[in-house]
């Protein structure tokens, strides 16, 4: 048996990176850091990071062209476990080392594991804005002990105007259920329309979207992660 995450300067550098960058969107801060460019969203394309928003983001991409089957992925010594191989399916490209395409998901649970242990909810906000890659993936087969950080995290959406229903759609439907905003600003507020068309106004940074809403828009309040099912 090996052990696929090769412990390197570069990998430990790596992670503390994230863990600073990422605190910015702790808990335990009033207000929310601001977004490098390009990350956050806009007023006239909002971005919504969660699962079923931004696959991309937390679902490593499609390997283009021949990838190794199954039955021939193994290291150079040793073996792969049965989740280990799960992940690995599908995802390694012929004449590549599949220990480097295994520590690509070993590194996204890694971050997730050491931001989680701190705060639960800056890991799962870096989910949502799509600062750690291949979450979905990685934490179904590789880390499921993280599964209730991607929990909060599949439904999760940022600042935004959108509409509810009960099949998400790219960066344009939320599905009904209570969220909370773990690190709003002072100027955090939200609209909710009701299913009669009624706007209902407010600053609080947790609100439950009914089903049946129409619709649902938040400025400052960064991101609305899941709590539960309406």
Partial sequence: ?????RATAAAVITT???VVFLTGCSSSHDTKATPPAGTGPTASAPVSGGLDQNPTATAAPTTPGPTVPAAEL???TGSFTKQQKQYLTGRVPKGSDPAAVLELGQESCDKIKFIAKRDPDAAAS???LGQIAGAHDAVTTLCPDQKPVLAAAEHGFTDGAFTVGSKPKAGSVITPGTYHAPTPSKTCAWTLTGANGKPVSGSKALVTVPAGARGFSSTGCSVWLFSKGA
């Fill in 74 to 76: 193994t290291p150079v």
């Fill in 1 to 5: 048996m090996i052990h696929p995450l």
């Fill in 126 to 128: 870096g989910i949502v």
């Fill in 16 to 18: 503390a990176a994230a």
